[in-house]
């Protein structure tokens, strides 16, 4: 990561190294060679961070939790909260003085009888990269559109189709598995390195890496563009001219946005109109993103009713956000070992001048926003499942430990504690 010099203005769109998505053990399916080194850290026969107990769950145990009973159920600013879980919310915030935070719950343990809570839930700020979550539904909906009735073709395609790293997914900093053979390396993605389109999903939203997010979102553009004709021979500057700048920024905007309005939401309250590389930024008009907590919250109820694009690419959306590598930010406390996981962290800060002050990553001191869009779901005599969408912005300070003490709270609270 570069440096930040205080007497620069910059702006990143940044998530540490370690989330991880996807049940280990879809490796088989998926192709995504990344499961199958993380299969064998955890049998002892390579190096590297072994799960937490909740991490281990199959691919079988991930389920859509209000696909039948909650399928209708909305969360609206009009939406009745619960007394007794507003009220701790409230008393939570203000005994850890969390001043500058936004956040929205739904319990969806019973699925005909959500509990929803919020504080300045329809306050909208940047999503950074919790944003990537729009890009994976964009692909997952033009694959649906080009085999509608065939979920297995989805599945090859998502395995065969191979792509390279170039110039749009530049520069970059997030590292990410680069597995060949028994050979794995952790770095940043390189110009000609090579992954299937799943590999690059999960690329995008397990470690968050910007260069994945930018190509998921550019091949899912031109998957909805060439139809049949995708994957094409080439990505050159040939191929680009099939397009002004115009049409091309609005089918980029419209491959993100499509997902939402057809699950019947408004897709101005989560938006997203910059790549996340400024190599590709020369190819659209870019425009301001931003959502809330309150739209990040309605998007994940969508993919628990099975809603977003369909059953099969909501379920694919879910398990993407599965949490299999390092715990970070919100997901990092012990209240959440045996917790199952589902997982989506974003950061945005800025830096101005300012008096005895260095800009440190994950600290500016005129802009330090630090989101997260967490499910929970947890097993036991009494089992819970939940949803949270927290949005932060405490200047000059990482913020990623009070998202984890936030998340202790609001687990008691859910326990009735």
């Given at each position: 990561?570069?440096?930040?010099?205080?007497?620069?203005?910059?702006a990143l769109?940044l998530v540490p190294?370690?989330a991880?998505?996807?049940?280990?053990?879809?490796?088989e399916?998926?192709?995504?060679?990344?499961l199958?080194w993380?299969?064998?850290?955890?049998?002892?026969?390579?190096r590297?961070?072994?799960?937490?107990?909740?991490?281990?769950w199959p691919?079988?145990?991930?389920?859509?939790?209000?696909r039948?009973a909650?399928?209708?159920?909305?969360?609206?600013?009009?939406?009745k909260?619960?007394?007794?879980l507003?009220?701790?919310?409230?008393?939570?915030?203000?005994?850890e003085?969390?001043?500058?935070?936004?956040?929205?719950?739904?319990?969806?343990?019973?699925?005909?009888?959500?509990?929803?809570a919020?504080?300045?839930?329809?306050?909208?700020q940047?999503?950074?990269s919790?944003?990537k979550?729009?890009?994976a539904?964009?692909?997952l909906?033009?694959?649906?559109?080009?085999?509608?009735?065939?979920?297995?073709?989805?599945e090859?395609?998502l395995?065969?189709?191979?792509?390279?790293?170039?110039?749009?997914?530049?520069p970059?900093?997030?590292?990410?598995?680069v597995?060949?053979?028994?050979?794995t390396?952790?770095r940043?993605?390189?110009?000609?390195d090579?992954?299937?389109?799943?590999?690059w999903?999960?690329?995008?939203?397990?470690?968050?890496s910007n260069?994945?997010?930018?190509?998921v979102?550019?091949?899912?553009?031109?998957?909805s563009?060439?139809?049949?004709d995708?994957?094409?021979?080439?990505?050159?500057?040939?191929?680009?001219?099939?397009?002004?700048?115009?049409?091309?920024?609005?089918?980029?905007?419209r491959?993100v946005?499509?997902?939402?309005?057809?699950a019947?939401?408004?897709?101005?309250?989560f938006?997203?109109?910059?790549?996340?590389?400024?190599?590709?930024?020369?190819?659209?008009?870019?425009?301001?993103?931003?959502?809330?907590?309150?739209?990040?919250l309605?998007w994940m109820?969508?993919?628990?009713q099975g809603?977003?694009?369909?059953?099969?690419?909501?379920?694919?959306?879910?398990?993407?956000?599965?949490?299999?590598r390092?715990?970070?930010?919100?997901?990092d406390t012990?209240?959440?070992k045996?917790?199952a996981?589902?997982?989506?962290?974003?950061?945005f800060f800025q830096?101005?001048?300012?008096?005895?002050?260095?800009?440190?990553?994950?600290?500016g001191?005129k802009?330090?926003v630090?989101?997260?869009?967490?499910?929970?779901?947890?097993?036991?005599?009494?089992?819970?499942?939940?949803?949270?969408?927290?949005?932060s912005?405490?200047l000059?300070?990482?913020?990623?430990?009070?998202?984890?003490?936030?998340?202790?709270?609001?687990?008691?609270?859910?326990?009735?504690?």
């Open positions: 990561m570069r440096s930040i010099i205080p007497s620069l203005a910059l769109f190294v370690g991880g998505a996807y049940p280990t053990d879809e490796g399916r998926t192709q995504i060679r990344r199958g993380q299969q064998r850290i955890d049998a002892g026969t390579a590297g961070r072994k799960l937490a107990p909740g991490a281990k691919g079988s145990s991930v389920r859509l939790r209000m039948e909650g399928k209708e159920f909305d969360v609206t600013p009009e939406t909260k619960d007394a007794k507003q009220a701790g919310l409230e008393q939570l915030l203000k005994r003085s969390f001043r500058d935070y936004h956040v929205a719950i739904l319990d969806i343990t019973d699925p005909a009888k959500p509990r929803y919020g504080v300045a839930e329809q306050v909208e940047t999503p950074g919790v944003a979550v729009l890009v539904a964009g692909m909906r033009a694959l649906a559109q080009r085999f509608p009735d065939d979920i297995p073709a989805r090859a395609f395995r065969e189709v191979e792509v390279d790293a170039d110039a749009w997914l530049m970059n900093s997030h590292e990410v598995p597995i060949s053979g028994e050979q390396s952790v940043a993605v390189k110009l000609g090579r992954f299937t389109l799943w590999e999903m999960d690329h995008a939203i397990s470690p968050s260069a994945a997010g930018t190509l979102w550019r091949e899912a553009t031109l998957l563009l060439l139809g049949q995708y994957p094409p021979k080439k990505r050159d500057a040939e191929l680009f001219k099939k397009w002004d700048r115009s049409q091309f920024t609005e089918a980029v905007f491959t946005d499509l997902p939402q309005s057809e019947g939401l408004d897709p101005a309250a938006r997203l109109r910059t790549f996340f590389t400024k190599g590709a930024g020369k190819y659209i008009k870019s425009g301001g993103s931003g959502t809330s907590p309150l739209a990040l309605r109820l969508r993919v628990e809603r977003m694009v369909d059953e099969f690419s909501s379920l694919e959306l879910k398990k993407l956000m599965y949490l299999t390092r715990r970070v930010r919100y997901a012990p209240v959440l045996e917790a996981i589902y997982f989506k962290s974003g950061s830096c101005v001048p300012e008096k005895d002050y260095v800009c440190i990553q994950y600290r001191n802009i330090n630090l989101n997260g869009l967490v499910e929970v779901e947890t097993t036991g005599p009494e089992p819970k499942a939940y949803i949270v969408a927290v949005m912005n405490e000059r300070k990482n913020a990623a430990l009070d998202h984890g003490r936030l998340a202790t709270g609001i687990h008691a609270l859910i326990q009735g504690d």
